[in-house]
C-alpha cells in the first residue's frame, strides 16, 4: 500500500529506470518473466502479479496498485553486503529497522517493523520460494541475508497492505516482501569485490557466470561470499559464508527450469541484551563479560542468591547483574534448494512449479548463571539448543488471460519438521567451555528435547477485471489450513537437580488454525497521466506460532510454573485461544512526473484475537504466559516527495505516522490484572522521517541519507520510552568503465552512523507488562567507514 514510494522511489537511485517493468502477464506465485519474453527482461527484478502492483519506466507510473519496489540500484547506494532490510529501513516509508551491527546481519538483535507488523507477522518470498518468519532462531523457514548473497538480489517488491494473495505464508497480517534474485548471465564473465572496513571488517565476494553453454540455452552462475568482522565491543567476531548457484534451462519456446541452491554458515558472537537503565548508566560498550572468567563467577553468584557485589550496589539491580553471563555464540547451516518449472501451455495460460527443500541445522549456545556446573560446583554453565530442521513444499498456479479478464489461482503445501534438544555443557572451576566451538551430543547432558511437526496448506483465486484501460478491479480469496503437532517429547529435570535447574515449562499438544475464506479487493484508476487513486481491502489471517519451551511468544512456550504447569496452562488456553485477524484498509493517491513525485497514502486496521507473550525477569530466567489481549486498532498515513531539479539529483523526503492503540485489552500481572485500553503498541514508532540525497555526475555517485526514528514505548502500560534517535550515512562511489579486461571498476567508500549517534535500536523478545527490567534491548553500531573495490570481466 505505500504506493506511495511510488514513482519516488525512481529517484532513489538517480537511475532513468528505478523500478522495473512487469511483464502483462505474469506467473502466479512467482516473480519469474514468462517463457515466451525475451531473455533480457528476464534479468529485470519483477513485480508479484496482482491487481496491486506498480511500476516505474522513466520516472513514470505505468501501472497500478498499492506496491513499492526496491531496485538493485538503490541498493547499491548502500556498502556491499549490507542487509536488503536494513536497505529497506533507511529508504523506504512506513518501515523501522533496528539492528547492533552495521550490516544488519545479526539476527538476534534485528526488528524489522512495517506499519505496525513485526518480522513474524510479514509473508517473505524469494524467487516464489516462501521464507517463513524471518527471526532469529530458525525453525519454519530463513532470513534473506542467510537465504542469498545480497549482491544476487536484484530487486524488493514490498506491499505494505495485506500482501498479495498468492504469497505463500501462513503468517502474513499486514503485508509481504518479496525478494528476486538475479539470473545467470547470456555471456560468460564474472564479478569480484573486496571490503575493508572498521573492527577489522574483510568481505570477499565473487561470481562466476558460465553464459550460454549450448543450443539449448543451458547457462548457469556460482557465486561465493565471505564475511568476517570483530565484535565493535566485547570479545569475538561475526563470520559468515555463503554460497549461491542458479542453473537455468529453456525448454524451446515453451517454457524454461530453474534450479537453485543456496548454502549459508553463520558463526558469531554476540551483543548482549541491555536494560534502557544499563545503557544510561554503564555505556553503550556494555556487554558480556567474556574473557574475564572470574567476574562473570562472581556475576552468577548474584543470580544464585540476590547479593549484588559491592562494586555494584546503588548502581545496578540484582537482576541486571544476573543479566550479565560470560558469553552468548551461534553456530547455523543453512541448505535451500528448489527446482521451478515456468511453461507456456496455451497461449492464454501460462504454469509455475516450484519445488523446494531445506535443512538447517546449529548451536544456539549461551552461558546460564542460573544453572551450576555439578563437578565444578561453578554457579554457571553452558546452555546449547541443538537445533534441527527440515523443510520441504511446493507451489504450484496457473495465470489465465481471457479477455480483459487477468485470472490466477494456485495452492502451497509444506510440511516443517523442527527439533530442538537443549543439553548442559559444564564450566571448570578456572576453565570455562570452549564458545562457538561445535559442541557434540556425546558431551553433554540433555535437559530437554521439543519437536514439532508442521502442514500447511493454502489456496487462492482472484481476477482482475480491466473496466478502461486506466481502471481495474480486483476480487479474490484465499483458503488458509495449518495444523501443528508437538511440544516437549522429553524432560530430564527431575533427574538433574545437581545442576541447579529450574522448571522448564514442558507442554505438548497440537493447534489448528484455518479459515476457508480470505478475500481480497482492490480498486485502481490511473487518469490524465501523472495521477492516480487505489483502494485496497483485504482480511487475513495468522497461524499459530511455535518455539521452543523456553521461549516466549507462542502457545507452547513459557508456560506456567511448577505450581501451575505448563500442560494445564496449555490444556486451557487450547480451549480459549483463536488465530489472529486483521481486517486492512488503504486508500492512496500518487502523482509522478519527469521533476516531481509525490503520494499520500491512508491505512486503518483492525486487528482480533491479538496474542501477545508477557514476559518479566533477567535474560535467561524470564517467566510469562501467552493471552489474547484483546483488539488493537491502527491508523496511519504515509507521505512521500521526491524532487528531480536536474539530470542527476534526487532529493527524496518521506513522512510516516502511525496511531496503534489496544482496544479492551487486560493483562494478567502482579497476581491481578490491568487494563492497556488506549495504550499506544509497543516497539514501534509513531513518527518516523527520512530524506535521501543523491547525486550523480558521470562516472561517480553522491548519496546521503538521514533517518529519524520517534521514542518507542517498550512496556504494555507505556510507563518506559525507547528514546528517539537520528541515524546518518553516507556513500560515494567512482567507476571506470574499462580497464583491460575489466569493465566497471568501481571503487567505492562508505560511512554508516556518520555522527557517531549512541542510540538504542533492535529489540528482541516480548515486551514487559511494565518497568524497565527486561535486558531486550540493543545498542546501534558507533560510526564505522567502508571501502570497496570491484569489478566485472
Same mark, same amino acid.
Given at each position: 500500500?505505500? $504506493?506511495?514510494?511510488?514513482?519516488?522511489?525512481?529517484?532513489?537511485?538517480?537511475?532513468?529506470?528505478?523500478?522495473?517493468?512487469?511483464?502483462?502477464?505474469?506467473?502466479?506465485?512467482?516473480?519469474?518473466?514468462?517463457?515466451?519474453?525475451?531473455?533480457?527482461?528476464?534479468?529485470?527484478?519483477?513485480?508479484?502479479?496482482?491487481?496491486?502492483?506498480?511500476?516505474?519506466?522513466?520516472?513514470?507510473?505505468?501501472?497500478?496498485?498499492?506496491?513499492?519496489?526496491?531496485?538493485?540500484?538503490?541498493? &547499491?547506494?548502500?556498502?556491499?553486503?549490507?542487509?536488503?532490510?536494513?536497505?529497506?529501513?533507511?529508504?523506504?516509508?512506513?518501515?523501522?529497522?533496528?539492528?547492533?551491527?552495521?550490516?544488519?546481519?545479526?539476527?538476534?538483535?534485528?526488528?524489522?517493523?512495517?506499519?505496525?507488523?513485526?518480522?513474524?507477522?510479514?509473508?517473505?518470498?524469494?524467487?516464489?520460494?516462501?521464507?517463513?518468519?524471518?527471526?532469529?532462531?530458525?525453525?519454519?523457514?530463513?532470513?534473506?541475508?542467510?537465504?542469498?548473497?545480497?549482491?544476487?538480489?536484484?530487486?524488493?517488491?514490498?506491499?505494505?497492505?495485506?500482501?498479495?494473495?498468492?504469497?505463500? *505464508?501462513?503468517?502474513?497480517?499486514?503485508? $509481504?516482501?518479496?525478494?528476486?534474485?538475479?539470473?545467470?548471465?547470456?555471456?560468460?564473465?564474472?564479478?569480484?569485490?573486496?571490503?575493508?572496513?572498521?573492527?577489522?571488517?574483510?568481505?570477499?565476494?565473487?561470481?562466476?557466470?558460465?553464459?550460454?553453454?549450448?543450443?539449448?540455452?543451458?547457462?548457469?552462475?556460482?557465486?561465493?561470499?565471505?564475511?568476517?568482522?570483530?565484535?565493535? !565491543?566485547?570479545?569475538?567476531?561475526?563470520?559468515?559464508?555463503?554460497?549461491?548457484?542458479?542453473?537455468?534451462?529453456?525448454?524451446?519456446?515453451?517454457?524454461?527450469?530453474?534450479?537453485?541452491?543456496?548454502?549459508?554458515?553463520? /558463526?558469531?558472537?554476540?551483543?548482549?541484551?541491555? /536494560?534502557?537503565?544499563?545503557?544510561?548508566?554503564?555505556?553503550?560498550?556494555? /556487554?558480556?563479560?567474556?574473557?574475564?572468567?572470574?567476574?562473570?563467577?562472581?556475576?552468577?553468584?548474584?543470580?544464585?542468591?540476590?547479593?549484588?557485589?559491592?562494586?555494584?550496589?546503588?548502581?545496578?539491580?540484582?537482576?541486571?547483574?544476573?543479566?550479565?553471563?560470560?558469553?552468548?555464540?551461534?553456530?547455523?547451516?543453512?541448505?535451500?534448494?528448489?527446482?521451478?518449472?515456468?511453461?507456456?501451455?496455451?497461449?492464454?495460460?501460462?504454469?509455475?512449479?516450484?519445488?523446494?527443500?531445506?535443512?538447517?541445522?546449529?548451536?544456539?549456545?549461551?552461558?546460564?548463571?542460573?544453572?551450576?556446573?555439578?563437578?565444578?560446583?561453578?554457579?554457571?554453565?553452558?546452555?546449547?539448543?541443538?537445533?534441527?530442521?527440515?523443510?520441504?513444499?511446493?507451489?504450484?498456479?496457473?495465470?489465465? &488471460?481471457?479477455?480483459?479478464?487477468?485470472?490466477?489461482?494456485?495452492?502451497?503445501?509444506?510440511?516443517?519438521?523442527?527439533?530442538?534438544?537443549?543439553?548442559?555443557?559444564?564450566?571448570?572451576?578456572?576453565?570455562?567451555?570452549?564458545?562457538?566451538?561445535?559442541? !557434540?551430543?556425546?558431551?553433554?547432558?540433555?535437559?530437554?528435547?521439543?519437536?514439532?511437526?508442521?502442514?500447511?496448506?493454502?489456496?487462492?483465486?482472484?481476477?482482475?477485471?480491466?473496466?478502461?484501460?486506466?481502471?481495474?478491479?480486483?476480487?479474490?480469496?484465499?483458503?488458509?489450513?495449518?495444523?501443528?503437532?508437538?511440544?516437549?517429547?522429553?524432560?530430564?529435570?527431575?533427574?538433574?537437580?545437581?545442576?541447579?535447574?529450574?522448571?522448564?515449562?514442558?507442554?505438548?499438544?497440537?493447534?489448528?488454525?484455518?479459515?476457508?475464506?480470505?478475500?481480497?479487493?482492490?480498486?485502481?484508476? /490511473?487518469?490524465?497521466?501523472?495521477?492516480?487513486?487505489?483502494?485496497?481491502?483485504?482480511?487475513?489471517?495468522?497461524?499459530?506460532?511455535?518455539?521452543?519451551?523456553?521461549?516466549?511468544?507462542?502457545?507452547?512456550?513459557?508456560?506456567?510454573?511448577?505450581?501451575?504447569?505448563?500442560?494445564?496452562?496449555?490444556?486451557?488456553?487450547? !480451549?480459549?485461544?483463536?488465530?489472529?485477524?486483521?481486517?486492512?484498509?488503504?486508500?492512496?493517491?500518487?502523482?509522478?512526473?519527469?521533476?516531481?513525485?509525490?503520494?499520500? &497514502?491512508?491505512?486503518?486496521?483492525?486487528?482480533?484475537?491479538?496474542? $501477545?507473550?508477557?514476559?518479566?525477569?533477567?535474560?535467561?530466567?524470564?517467566?510469562?504466559?501467552?493471552?489474547?489481549?484483546?483488539?488493537?486498532?491502527?491508523?496511519? $498515513?504515509?507521505?512521500?516527495?521526491?524532487?528531480?531539479?536536474?539530470?542527476?539529483?534526487?532529493?527524496?523526503?518521506?513522512?510516516?505516522?502511525?496511531?496503534?492503540?489496544?482496544?479492551?485489552?487486560?493483562?494478567?500481572?502482579?497476581?491481578?490484572?490491568?487494563?492497556?485500553?488506549?495504550?499506544?503498541?509497543?516497539?514501534?514508532?509513531?513518527?518516523?522521517?527520512?530524506?535521501?540525497?543523491?547525486?550523480?555526475?558521470?562516472?561517480?555517485?553522491? *548519496?546521503?541519507?538521514?533517518?529519524?526514528?520517534?521514542?518507542?514505548?517498550?512496556?504494555?502500560?507505556?510507563?518506559?520510552?525507547?528514546?528517539?534517535?537520528?541515524?546518518?550515512?553516507?556513500?560515494?562511489?567512482?567507476?571506470?568503465?574499462?580497464?583491460?579486461?575489466?569493465?566497471?571498476? !568501481?571503487?567505492?567508500?562508505?560511512?554508516?552512523?556518520?555522527?557517531?549517534?549512541?542510540?538504542?535500536?533492535?529489540?528482541?523478545?516480548?515486551?514487559?507488562?511494565?518497568?524497565?527490567?527486561?535486558?531486550?534491548?540493543?545498542?546501534?553500531?558507533?560510526?564505522?567507514?567502508?571501502?570497496?573495490?570491484?569489478?566485472?570481466?
Amino acid at each position: 500500500m505505500l $504506493a506511495a514510494v511510488m514513482g519516488g522511489a525512481s529517484a532513489l537511485l538517480m537511475s532513468s529506470t528505478i523500478l522495473a517493468a512487469t511483464p502483462k502477464k505474469p506467473l502466479p506465485g512467482t516473480s519469474h518473466t514468462p517463457p515466451a519474453t525475451q531473455e533480457k527482461r528476464r534479468s529485470r527484478p519483477q513485480v508479484k502479479p496482482t491487481g496491486e502492483t506498480m511500476q516505474v519506466v522513466s520516472s513514470r507510473v505505468r501501472t497500478h496498485g498499492a506496491q513499492l519496489a526496491v531496485t538493485r540500484e538503490i541498493m &547499491d547506494h548502500f556498502v556491499s553486503g549490507t542487509s536488503p532490510l536494513q536497505v529497506l529501513g533507511q529508504t523506504t516509508p512506513g518501515i523501522s529497522f533496528g539492528s547492533d551491527d552495521s550490516y544488519g546481519l545479526d539476527t538476534y538483535a534485528n526488528a524489522l517493523y512495517m506499519r505496525g507488523f513485526n518480522e513474524t507477522q510479514i509473508g517473505f518470498t524469494m524467487d516464489g520460494i516462501p521464507l517463513g518468519e524471518d527471526r532469529y532462531q530458525v525453525w519454519n523457514g530463513l532470513d534473506i541475508s542467510q537465504a542469498a548473497i545480497s549482491e544476487n538480489i536484484t530487486g524488493m517488491t514490498v506491499s505494505q497492505g495485506a500482501g498479495a494473495l498468492d504469497t505463500p *505464508s501462513a503468517q502474513t497480517l499486514g503485508g $509481504a516482501i518479496a525478494f528476486t534474485t538475479s539470473a545467470p548471465a547470456d555471456k560468460a564473465g564474472g564479478r569480484i569485490g573486496q571490503t575493508f572496513g572498521s573492527y577489522n571488517l574483510f568481505r570477499t565476494f565473487a561470481r562466476a557466470d558460465s553464459g550460454v553453454l549450448n543450443a539449448t540455452g543451458t547457462k548457469f552462475y556460482a557465486s561465493y561470499a565471505r564475511t568476517d568482522q570483530n565484535l565493535w !565491543k566485547g570479545y569475538g567476531s561475526q563470520n559468515d559464508q555463503q554460497a549461491n548457484v542458479k542453473l537455468v534451462q529453456p525448454i524451446r519456446d515453451i517454457g524454461q527450469i530453474t534450479a537453485v541452491f543456496d548454502y549459508s554458515n553463520m /558463526t558469531q558472537y554476540a551483543y548482549m541484551g541491555l /536494560t534502557k537503565h544499563m545503557w544510561q548508566t554503564l555505556g553503550r560498550d556494555t /556487554t558480556y563479560l567474556i574473557p574475564n572468567y572470574a567476574l562473570a563467577k562472581e556475576f552468577a553468584h548474584t543470580a544464585h542468591t540476590g547479593i549484588v557485589p559491592e562494586a555494584y550496589r546503588g548502581i545496578l539491580s540484582p537482576s541486571e547483574i544476573s543479566s550479565f553471563a560470560y558469553d552468548a555464540t551461534r553456530v547455523q547451516r543453512n541448505y535451500l534448494s528448489a527446482v521451478t518449472g515456468e511453461f507456456q501451455i496455451l497461449p492464454a495460460v501460462h504454469s509455475t512449479t516450484t519445488a523446494y527443500a531445506q535443512v538447517s541445522s546449529g548451536n544456539y549456545d549461551g552461558s546460564n548463571p542460573y544453572l551450576t556446573s555439578p563437578s565444578s560446583g561453578v554457579p554457571m554453565a553452558l546452555g546449547s539448543g541443538h537445533i534441527g530442521v527440515r523443510r520441504i513444499g511446493f507451489t504450484h498456479g496457473y495465470h489465465i &488471460d481471457i479477455g480483459k479478464n487477468d485470472i490466477s489461482t494456485g495452492l502451497w503445501y509444506e510440511n516443517d519438521s523442527f527439533s530442538y534438544p537443549m543439553r548442559l555443557y559444564e564450566d571448570g572451576m578456572d576453565q570455562p567451555h570452549a564458545s562457538a566451538s561445535g559442541f !557434540k551430543a556425546s558431551q553433554a547432558t540433555t535437559w530437554w528435547l521439543d519437536s514439532f511437526n508442521t502442514n500447511t496448506f493454502q489456496y487462492y483465486l482472484q481476477d482482475t477485471y480491466r473496466i478502461t484501460p486506466g481502471m481495474s478491479v480486483l476480487l479474490g480469496f484465499k483458503s488458509l489450513l495449518q495444523t501443528t503437532h508437538g511440544g516437549t517429547s522429553m524432560d530430564n529435570s527431575a533427574e538433574l537437580s545437581s545442576w541447579n535447574v529450574y522448571y522448564s515449562h514442558p507442554a505438548n499438544g497440537s493447534m489448528t488454525a484455518s479459515n476457508a475464506f480470505l478475500p481480497h479487493f482492490n480498486y485502481d484508476y /490511473t487518469f490524465l497521466r501523472h495521477h492516480e487513486i487505489y483502494v485496497d481491502i483485504a482480511e487475513n489471517m495468522h497461524a499459530y506460532d511455535y518455539n521452543t519451551q523456553s521461549a516466549s511468544g507462542s502457545a507452547w512456550g513459557s508456560l506456567g510454573t511448577a505450581k501451575n504447569p505448563a500442560q494445564s496452562v496449555f490444556n486451557a488456553n487450547k !480451549k480459549t485461544l483463536s488465530p489472529e485477524r486483521t481486517w486492512n484498509y488503504v486508500i492512496g493517491y500518487r502523482f509522478n512526473s519527469d521533476p516531481f513525485s509525490f503520494s499520500a &497514502d491512508f491505512y486503518h486496521t483492525d486487528y482480533y484475537n491479538r496474542l $501477545a507473550a508477557i514476559t518479566s525477569g533477567p535474560t535467561g530466567n524470564v517467566y510469562g504466559s501467552y493471552v489474547n489481549v484483546g483488539r488493537e486498532t491502527m491508523n496511519g $498515513a504515509d507521505v512521500m516527495a521526491d524532487i528531480r531539479p536536474f539530470k542527476g539529483l534526487s532529493f527524496i523526503n518521506t513522512f510516516s505516522w502511525n496511531d496503534a492503540t489496544y482496544q479492551d485489552s487486560h493483562l494478567p500481572y502482579n497476581g491481578s490484572t490491568i487494563s492497556i485500553k488506549g495504550k499506544h503498541q509497543v516497539y514501534y514508532p509513531k513518527f518516523m522521517y527520512k530524506i535521501l540525497l543523491a547525486y550523480s555526475y558521470k562516472h561517480a555517485t553522491f *548519496s546521503f541519507n538521514a533517518a529519524y526514528t520517534s521514542s518507542r514505548y517498550m512496556t504494555y502500560t507505556n510507563d518506559q520510552k525507547i528514546p528517539a534517535y537520528w541515524t546518518t550515512n553516507f556513500n560515494a562511489s567512482y567507476t571506470l568503465p574499462h580497464v583491460g579486461v575489466m569493465h566497471d571498476l !568501481k571503487f567505492s567508500f562508505g560511512a554508516s552512523n556518520l555522527f557517531n549517534a549512541n542510540y538504542l535500536s533492535g529489540v528482541y523478545g516480548a515486551a514487559s507488562v511494565a518497568g524497565d527490567n527486561n535486558a531486550n534491548l540493543f545498542v546501534g553500531a558507533p560510526r564505522e567507514f567502508y571501502g570497496t573495490v570491484s569489478a566485472a570481466f
